[in-house]
């Protein structure tokens, strides 16, 4: 079975600084994809950034990028400049990709809770 | 595209009720999943339905249950309600791009 580990329960960033959250998983198989979602104090889940394993170069979007090590199963996710509005729970999860997408669940890691200062 | 949809937002129970949630997924999004996050637990799969099928299932009793319509919206249906019970159901569906989008939750408290 497939696990997903964040290490880090509660991180801390300054506005305008950068944070990187860490993420660990382990799973057998070689094609999936990997994903961030923020989880803000409404509760509703939003996607941040994905990540497909057959894909070397890391996936960005503006502020936020991933550092994906496949050998090492590794998925960190780097937020600069960070905003106040990036407060939030961020959760790392894994999708397997198998042949004839059967299989739509997603593993998710514990969360990190990220504040940030003014 | 209108987003992922539950009803209700917040629900209030007693022991031993049932309880239906709903979710109405993005238009043309043929999939959708249900997830339990708790406190304790954090977020589990529960099950998901592609075209009024069950094709997933994760490790919770009987009692938890759902179904998926011909339009796409699909219910959970938790019988015998206990208070471990209580949880944010989350619903999430997903068309061709591999990604689920979620919606906002149902918050189940079990008296």
């Known amino acids: 079975a497939q696990t997903v580990t964040q290490s880090q329960p509660e991180m801390s960033v300054q506005e305008a600084e950068t944070v990187t959250l860490s993420c660990t998983y382990d799973?057998?198989?070689?094609?999936?994809?990997l994903f961030w979602y923020k989880q803000p104090p409404s509760r509703q889940m939003i996607l941040v950034i994905r990540?497909?394993?057959?894909?070397?170069q890391n996936a960005t979007e503006n502020r936020f990028s991933v550092n994906f090590q496949k050998a090492a199963k590794s998925f960190s996710l780097k937020i600069s400049d960070s905003q106040l509005g990036d407060a939030a729970m961020y959760f790392c999860?894994?999708?397997?990709?198998?042949?004839?997408?059967?299989?739509?669940?997603?593993?998710f890691g514990k969360g990190t809770l990220l504040t940030v200062n003014p | 595209k209108a987003g992922v949809t539950q009803t209700p937002r917040y629900l209030i129970k007693t022991r031993g009720q049932q309880v239906t949630l709903s979710c109405s997924p993005i238009?043309?999004?043929?999939?959708v999943s249900w997830y339990q996050q708790t406190p304790g637990q954090g977020l589990q799969f529960l099950f998901e339905?592609?075209?009024?099928?069950?094709?997933n299932k994760g490790n919770f009793p009987g009692r938890f249950s759902g179904r998926q319509f011909s339009n796409s919206r699909s219910e959970m249906n938790v019988s015998t309600l206990e208070l471990g019970d209580s949880a944010l159901y989350l619903c999430?569906?997903?068309?061709?791009?591999?990604?689920?989008?979620f919606g906002p939750g149902t918050r189940l408290t079990v008296l």
């Open positions: 990540q497909e394993a057959y894909k070397q």
């Open positions: 238009s043309g999004h043929r999939s």
């Open positions: 339905y592609f075209s009024e099928t069950q094709r």
């Open positions: 999430a569906s997903q068309g061709g791009s591999d990604t689920q989008y």
């Open positions: 799973t057998s198989e070689s094609d999936y994809y």
């Open positions: 999860a894994y999708r397997h990709l198998n042949s004839g997408g059967s299989n739509y669940k997603l593993t």
